[in-house]
């Protein structure tokens, strides 16, 4: 007599929403660094003999479409997280997505004020739009400068209601908490002709923000929420 082993089945545990939420967080957090390429990218529409220069504009344009990637993401990242940390505090988190807009909002203002520059040089505009395009150019730095204010916005908010909620390491959110005033002193500084944006003390002020968002996108994606009073809740509720 012969028997017949059935092989054994393995269920998939399924995913819980928490750690889709967390997933999909992080994984747009990280989406927002694809934009570092744009510091060279950009180099070129930088020249102020750019319209009637010779050479390529596609540098340029892929630099714009980066862009509209990391616009997109910031928005992506409070709108998903929202439902999890207005558990903490409903106005901070509400005014985490209302400054995630506003940044992307900046982000969009300045890549039109470029690809306008692009579009005069490719149109042939010729000399009479120099300083138009150098205008142009001026108004994405100054775009570019908001684009670091908010930042600092982005931090405190999200950064206190993480601290508070435990739902990740507080080392994680202090990095942010810490960085924030940093970048604030450095952009100051810079918006009074003490510092210039490009110089190495910038980059060392912002440094901090950048760990902090980039450890918060990793943490999400591998880890994703620690247990917490605010995990329960929504578990609960699910």
Do not use: C
């Not at 545990?13 to 992080?26: D, F, H, N």
């Not at 990280?30 to 504009?57: C, E, K, Q, W």
């Not at 505090?89 to 690809?115: D, K, P, Q």
């Amino acid at each position: 007599m012969t028997t017949t082993m059935k092989p054994r089945t393995t269920k998939r545990v399924p995913m819980s929403s928490l750690r889709k939420t967390s997933l999909v967080a992080g994984a747009l957090y990280l989406l927002t660094f694809v934009s570092i390429p744009t510091l060279a990218l950009y180099a070129p529409v930088h020249d102020p003999n750019y319209i009637i220069g010779s050479g390529p504009d596609t540098p340029v344009i892929i630099g714009g479409l980066l862009e509209l990637v990391v616009a997109f993401s910031g928005i992506g990242t409070a709108i998903v997280l929202h439902p999890v940390v207005k558990r903490q505090n409903e106005a901070a988190a509400l005014g985490f997505v209302g400054a995630r807009v506003l940044e992307a909002s900046t982000i969009f203002a300045g890549v039109v004020s470029l690809m306008s520059v692009v579009h005069l040089r490719q149109g042939g505009a010729g000399v009479d739009a120099l300083v138009t395009g150098q205008a142009l150019v001026a108004q994405y730095d100054g775009f570019f400068l908001g684009q670091g204010l908010l930042p600092v916005a982005n931090a405190l908010l999200l950064g206190s209601l993480l601290y508070r909620s435990r739902l990740v390491p507080r080392i994680i959110p202090m990095l942010g908490l810490i960085g924030a005033p940093l970048l604030l002193t450095s952009l100051i500084a810079t918006m009074f002709g003490i510092n210039d944006s490009h110089s190495a003390w910038s980059a060392l002020g912002a440094l901090p923000i950048a760990v902090w968002e980039f450890s918060l996108g990793v943490y999400l994606v591998v880890k994703g929420f620690k247990p917490s009073p605010v995990t329960v809740e929504i578990a609960d509720a699910d």
